[in-house]
């Protein structure tokens, strides 16, 4: 499906790199961050987004900061094959809500030559490994684990607390949802949540 990428010295080499973390650690910022200096350097760039996330905007990547880039929300990571001809870097966001065929397809981008950049949750609300996340951070190059501050006693966080009570796995939300909590802090409020 896809033509080998070349360049100036023969075939290019693609890889991919992870950025994860909890919420409110500047995943998405650092995303665009990285997406723009390759828009910089003149290269050819995708970005992608799943359809279920809409929170900020239909269509862009927005980090919280409010800093956004365009993007293309698909459905499955399927369609990301039909959409990243001729394309040097590609950048994924939120790719905990894509299904578990996005290893695979970002590890096919990266054989032909793209550089893949994703961006994602590396843990549920419960603490568990989330969605595609875990394979993707096994197979990439680079992985970058970014870091909140904790909302109850300031230190590093990792974790995304969920503040309401459902259970289901995807709640979008953000502040009037979650809060990121450090490891002691987030045990203590999930004790406190299971609590009659």
Same mark, same amino acid.
């Given at each position: 499906?896809?033509?080998?990428?070349? #360049?100036?010295? =023969?075939?290019?080499? =693609?890889?991919?790199?992870?950025?994860?973390?909890?919420?409110?650690?500047?995943?998405? +910022?650092?995303?665009?961050?990285?997406?723009?200096?390759? +828009?910089?350097?003149?290269?050819?760039?995708?970005?992608?987004?799943? =359809?279920?996330?809409?929170? &900020?905007?239909?269509? %862009?990547?927005?980090?919280?900061?409010?800093?956004?880039?365009?993007?293309?929300?698909? *459905?499955?990571?399927?369609?990301?094959?039909?959409?990243?001809?001729?394309?040097?870097? /590609? =950048?994924?966001? +939120?790719? $905990?809500?894509?299904?578990?065929?996005?290893?695979?397809?970002? +590890?096919?981008?990266?054989?032909?030559?793209?550089? /893949?950049?994703?961006?994602?949750? %590396? !843990?549920?609300?419960?603490?568990?490994?989330? #969605?595609?996340?875990?394979?993707?951070?096994?197979?990439?190059? &680079?992985?970058?684990?970014?870091?909140?501050?904790? !909302?109850?006693?300031?230190?590093?966080?990792?974790?995304?607390?969920?503040?309401?009570?459902?259970?289901?796995? /995807?709640?979008?939300?953000?502040?009037?949802? &979650? /809060?990121?909590?450090?490891?002691?802090?987030? !045990?203590?409020?999930?004790?406190? $949540?299971?609590? *009659?």
């Amino acid at each position: 499906m896809f033509l080998e990428h070349t #360049g100036p010295r =023969g075939p290019r080499k =693609g890889w991919i790199e992870v950025i994860c973390g909890s919420m409110f650690s500047g995943k998405t +910022e650092e995303l665009i961050r990285r997406l723009r200096r390759a +828009e910089f350097a003149r290269q050819k760039v995708e970005i992608f987004k799943p =359809g279920v996330d809409t929170r &900020y905007h239909a269509h %862009d990547v927005v980090s919280h900061e409010g800093t956004s880039i365009r993007s293309t929300p698909v *459905p499955g990571s399927s369609h990301l094959l039909l959409l990243t001809n001729e394309i040097q870097v /590609v =950048g994924i966001d +939120e790719a $905990q809500f894509f299904d578990d065929g996005l290893p695979g397809v970002c +590890e096919q981008l990266a054989n032909t030559g793209i550089r /893949v950049i994703i961006a994602g949750l %590396d !843990m549920d609300f419960q603490g568990r490994p989330f #969605g595609p996340m875990p394979a993707l951070m096994a197979m990439a190059e &680079y992985v970058t684990k970014v870091h909140a501050i904790c !909302m109850h006693c300031g230190d590093l966080a990792n974790h995304s607390h969920r503040t309401t009570a459902s259970q289901d796995l /995807v709640v979008l939300g953000e502040t009037d949802s &979650y /809060v990121p909590l450090c490891r002691t802090c987030f !045990m203590a409020a999930r004790s406190k $949540q299971a609590a *009659p």
